[in-house]
C-alpha cells in the first residue's frame, strides 16, 4: 500500500435523465475505488444533478469547479467517473478546453472508469479523443431518437407535451385511450404507458372560444377589438401566464388547429439546446380528429380565409411576395408608391418585420435608388464608427464614446468633460472639377466642439481633419478646399495629436470669448 500522504482530490458528478448506471452513487463508488488505489483522498465534491452535458451555462457545478482551479484550490486532482460525465459536448475541442484549463492550473483530471489511463501518452490521447466525439455523437443520436418518437406519438393523437391552453384541459388517458383523470397545471403522467390528450375545458372557456372565432369570421373584428370587449367584460385568461387579453392572445388562438380536434407537433424546434427557431406551418405534423372540437371545420375554415388577407397573419414570405409583385407590376419601388396603394402593407409593417424597408428590398435583391441610397448612409455611419475607434486608441485613456440613448449620435468626451460631435463631409465635383463638401449637420450646442472629417473624392476615405470651435449656424453647407471657416479652426495632423488639438482650439475659443467680454465693459 501507500506509505506516502494520500493526495487531495475532488470529484465531479454528473446526472442527466440517462438511466441508472450514472446516478450518483454509482458514480462515487466508482471514484472512491479509484482513489482508493491510486492514494488520493476526495475532499470536495462539485456535482449537477439532472444537467445536460452539452453545454456549460447550465451546469453550476463544473463551472464552480473551473472558478476554483483557476484560483487557489485546496486539491491537486480532480476525479471523474468516464469522458462523458465531464461532458457530451459536441464540439469535442470544448471539452478538451476546459480538461487543458484545470491541467494548466496544476490540477489534472482523472478518468476513474476509463480503461485508459489519462497520462497524456499518444494512446491515451486517442482513445480520450475518440470517447469525446463518440460521446458527442451519442447526443446527436439521442436527439434525432427522440424526434421521430415524439412525431410517432403526435401521429397517433396523443399529446407531447406542452400547457393545454384556453379552452382545453389535459385528459390522462390508457394506451387504449381510456379515460383515466384530468391533469391540472403541473401535474404529468408517472406510467409509461400512459398518454395525454386535450378536451374540452369549463364551459364558460369554451363558449368563450366559439365567441372569438364568431367575431372575428362572421363579424370581423380585428383581434384588438375582441380582446378589448373580452376584457371589458372581465373575462380572464384563465390558464394562462396573463390575465388579460390581448391581439397576440386572440391571433393565436385563431391560428390553432387544435381547437377543431387536431393534434400539432413541429411547431418549433431546440434541438441540442440551441436558440428556439419557429418552422414553417408547412412542415408541422398535423393530426386530424385528435380529440373533440371545440369550435366547428367551417367556423375554423372560415376564420383561416380571412387571416390570409390580414396582414398582420401574414409570414415573412408572403409579404415578400407581395413587394416582388408590387416591383414586376410597378417596375420600381419607394416608401411613397407603397404608402399610397390602397390595400397594400404599410411601411411600419416591413419595418417592424425586417427592421427596415431596405432590409426588405434586399431580401428580394433589388438594387433600386432607395436602397442604394441606404447602403451609402450606412456605409459612412460605419467610417465615423471606425473614426472614432482609432481616436480612442490612439488617445489612450483621454477620450471616450458617450451616447445619451438611441436617438443621438455618439459624440467623444475629453476627461474635462468637453464633448465633441464627430462629422463626415462627402465629397462632390463642380463643373470645374474642383472638390466641395457637403456639411449635411451640425450641432448648435455651444457646448460642443466639432471634429470635421472631409471625404476623399472617391468617398471611401478620408482626406483630411479639421477641429473647429463652432458650427455653422444652417445646415446644408457647402465647404470649399481652402474654406475661410475652416481657419477658425485647426487641422488634426494625425489622430494622436486629436486632445492637444482639441485642448488649443478651447483655449483659444475661451480667450476669444473673455476679450470680448473686456471690449464690451469698456463700451
Known sequence: MFTRPPIAAAQYLRMSTEHQLYSFENQSAAIKGYAETHGFCVLQTYSDAARSGLVLRNRAGLRQLLQDVVGKPTYQAILVYDVSRWGRFLDADESAHYEFICKSAGVPVHYCAESFANDGSLPSVIMKSLKRVMAGEYSRELSVKVYEGSKHISQLGFKTGGIAG???RRMLVSADRQPKLE???GQRKNIRDDRVILVPGPEEEVNCIREIFQMYAEEHKLPITIARELNRRGIKCAGLKRTEWDSGVISRILRNPKYVGCNVYGKRSQKLRSRSIAIPRALWVITPGAWTPVVSQGLFDKAQRRIQTQTFFKSDEQLLAQLRGFLATEGTLSERLIEATPGFP???TYKRRFGSLTEALARIEYGGA??????TRRKRGAMREELMRRIVTAAGNQVSVIRRNKH???TLELPNKTLVSVHLCPSFKIKSGELRWLLNH???NSDYITLLARLNGANDGFQ????????????PWTITLDDGWLKNGEPVPSMADFVDVV?????????????????????
Open 408 to 410: 443621438h449620435r455618439p
Open 183 to 185: 391533469l391540472t397545471y
Open 503 to 523: 485642448q488649443h482650439v478651447q483655449c483659444r475659443q475661451l480667450a476669444l470669448c473673455t476679450h470680448e467680454g473686456d471690449d464690451q465693459s469698456s463700451a
Open 166 to 168: 384556453y379552452g382545453l
Open 442 to 444: 451640425a450641432y448648435k
Open 346 to 348: 404599410s411601411m411600419q
Open 370 to 375: 432607395q436602397i442604394d441610397k441606404t447602403l
Open 464 to 475: 483630411d481633419f479639421h477641429i473647429v470651435s463652432k458650427s455653422r449656424t444652417r445646415t
